[in-house]
């Protein structure tokens, strides 16, 4: 299999173990192995992958160097800017001190961030921005005003 020499198998080997992912580390090994003339099969069978996938590995490799092997796959992309995020911080902290007010539960929270921010959330999506932010999903529920502990301390003695 052709390898395009980009780096010598010393330095391909100094990037694999620099390497902190370990997708990475594994189609560097699997350019070292190629360079060390192994065909697709053993690799792929050395490494645990198809042959078709070492293959695109190799192909990907020659193409760009160190680049072409670079995770391409999509990731989380952030829906709101740091003020948007700030904007909606200080929402729910205002909310949270007034028990009769605001959202107890995230799906309660989806039409105000649409209506304030043009932005559409799912639940999950929404979850894992409030955990980021630093919050949870969930609210406890409100208190009565009128509720009295003392009376309540009582009342479960008395029974």
């Known amino acids: 299999m052709h390898v395009t020499a980009y ?6 080997e100094q990037f694999a173990a620099a390497q902190k992912n370990a997708a990475g580390h594994l189609k560097l090994r699997a350019i070292i192995l190629a360079k060390r003339r192994w065909s697709a099969e053993p690799i792929a069978e050395a490494l645990g992958r198809s042959p078709r996938t070492i293959q695109q590995w190799v192909g990907d490799y020659n193409r760009d ?3 072409g092997l670079a ?3 999509g990731g989380n992309r952030r829906y709101l800017d740091d003020e948007q995020a700030q ?3 200080d929402y ?5 001190e007034d028990p009769e007010d605001g959202p ?3 799906a309660e929270l989806l039409p105000w961030i649409e209506e304030h921010f043009g932005v559409t959330y799912s639940l999950s999506g929404l979850y894992d921005l409030l955990h980021r932010l630093g919050y949870a999903w969930l609210m406890p529920r409100p208190r009565h005003p009128k509720h009295d502990p003392a009376a309540q301390a009582a009342f479960k003695k008395t029974l």
């Open 71 to 73: 995770d391409r796959r």
């Open 92 to 96: 729910l902290d205002r909310v949270s």
């Open 87 to 89: 904007a909606l911080c």
């Open 104 to 106: 107890r539960h995230a």
């Open 7 to 12: 780096h010598s198998i010393d330095e391909l």
């Open 65 to 67: 160097g160190l680049d």
